[in-house]
């Protein structure tokens, strides 16, 4: 592949985007979802070949593992995508001037998008839904993990463009090799935006390298804070939802903060993790308590690298703090400004917690699972935003947006 004219290519055939009806992107959407699921069989014979190359412990195989409810979970999102309105053309503001001029700021594509990804394919799909209906052409670097996945999703996508008789460059899958990384962080010529998805190291090189400006998508290190007015079943259960319902995902639970007034509900508070055999690193009065009320082979005496850690896996780290400003200390001090959760019953301590966390998405009596495109109406994700301009938390069709300034006159010249 000769990566210079595949990039040309993207960016020209990103013109071509201005020009197709809502109705179209909606109704080739629509037919991407459909054809995903016809071809179900096709995508996980190929995913098999990935996941044959991977370590089954290895926390990025459950993020590379397709499964059929996945893949229609994942065709359910793109159809999600294809229902929302267009975030294009949209009235920003509208000003008329003291001169007469009338001055408004309307949305508008980025252009091309460029997203380096680790062992995601679904975010193959992801992708090309919302970059197709925010108006944007995309090109995908998938990693070596994912490859044969990622080609099989991106040549279903291809024969439904060509179908449409559209440009099929609006969408490419540059090679795997990380040679060619190099060669997308220095297109500025090409590309408008990239998004890195993957782990902390992933995401550091691409800022550290890219000479196109970078949105970050961040590691996700996750608390919840179990305050003293915690009520228990919530606790219970919102804990054991944050930490097992996917261990691979960036919103899973990675530390557990208890006021210790509440420390002799820890045994029940972690109970159900046992079923799933959750590995806890406890501090010293948190490993007193559980001592004989946890399985012995998954209790471990917590160090200073338990802490700030964001595990993948099915582990834990417990945390014991003497009030509501040591749990904000300890939270600020480690968290990765992802998610972050408080356990109360009192409303007065729940709003300092909104007020005083700095997180891209901050909870109160509920899972930091929820921190996803789809759980909050967005259709789908691109990413999760730890940073602070332009876009931050579930990035979807308006966050792939930029604007320009329409200006109307009558002859007004400036003096």
């Known amino acids: ?19 197709l009806s809502e109705e179209k992107i ?8 459909g054809e995903a699921e016809k071809q179900i ?11 044959d190359r991977m370590d089954p412990n290895d926390p990025k195989y459950d993020r590379l593992k397709l499964t059929e409810d996945r893949i229609k979970a994942i065709a359910g999102d793109v159809r999600n995508v294809a229902s929302l309105p267009t975030p ?78 559209m440009n099929e ?51 996700g290190i996750v608390h919840t804070y179990f305050d003293e007015f915690g009520d228990l079943e919530k606790g219970k259960s919102i804990i054991f939802n944050a930490k097992t319902r996917r261990v691979s995902v960036c919103n899973a639970l990675d530390c557990l903060v208890v006021h210790q007034n509440r420390l002799n509900d820890l045994p029940l508070l972690t109970s159900r993790l046992a079923e799933k055999n959750v590995l806890i690193y406890a501090d010293e009065a948190a490993l007193k308590i559980l001592k004989g009320q946890y399985p012995e082979a998954l209790l471990k005496p917590a160090t200073e690298e338990s802490y700030g850690t ?12 003497t009030g509501f400003e040591e749990a904000l200390e300890h939270i600020y001090k480690y968290s990765s400004k992802h998610s972050e959760a408080i356990i109360s019953e009192d409303e007065k301590r729940i709003n300092q917690f909104f007020q005083r966390v700095d997180a891209a998405a901050v909870y109160s009596n509920t899972s930091t699972a929820f921190t996803d495109g789809a759980q909050f109406g967005l259709g789908a994700e691109i990413g999760i935003s730890t940073q602070k301009l332009h876009a931050r938390g579930p990035m979807a069709l308006q966050e792939l947006t930029t604007y320009k300034w329409i200006v109307r006159g009558e002859g007004q010249i400036r003096e």
């Open 1 to 19: 592949m000769n990566i210079q004219q595949t990039l040309k290519d993207v960016k020209e055939a990103s013109r071509e985007l201005a020009t």
């Open 169 to 219: 460059n609006i969408l490419a899958l540059l090679p795997p090799d990380r040679e060619t990384v190099k060669d997308l962080l220095e297109a500025r010529e090409y590309v408008d935006i990239i998004i890195p998805r993957g782990s902390q190291s992933l995401i550091d090189f691409v800022v550290q390298n890219s000479k196109i400006p970078v949105i970050e998508t961040g590691a």
């Open 88 to 165: 294009l053309g949209k009235v920003l503001d509208e000003a008329i001037r003291p001169n007469g001029l009338k001055i408004s700021k309307i949305s508008f594509p980025m252009g091309v998008i460029g997203i380096i990804y680790e062992a995601r394919p679904n975010v193959t799909f992801d992708v090309f839904s919302l970059c197709l209906k925010s108006g944007n052409a995309c090109i995908l670097k998938g990693g070596s993990d994912a490859s044969f996945s990622n080609e099989a999703i991106v040549k279903i996508i291809k024969q439904v463009i060509a179908r449409f008789r």
């Open 310 to 321: 964001e595990f993948l896996a099915y582990t834990m780290s417990i945390k014991t703090v």
């Open 26 to 33: 909606n109704d080739l959407l629509l037919k991407v979802a």
């Open 41 to 51: 069989p096709f995508i996980l014979s190929e995913n098999k070949k990935d996941l």
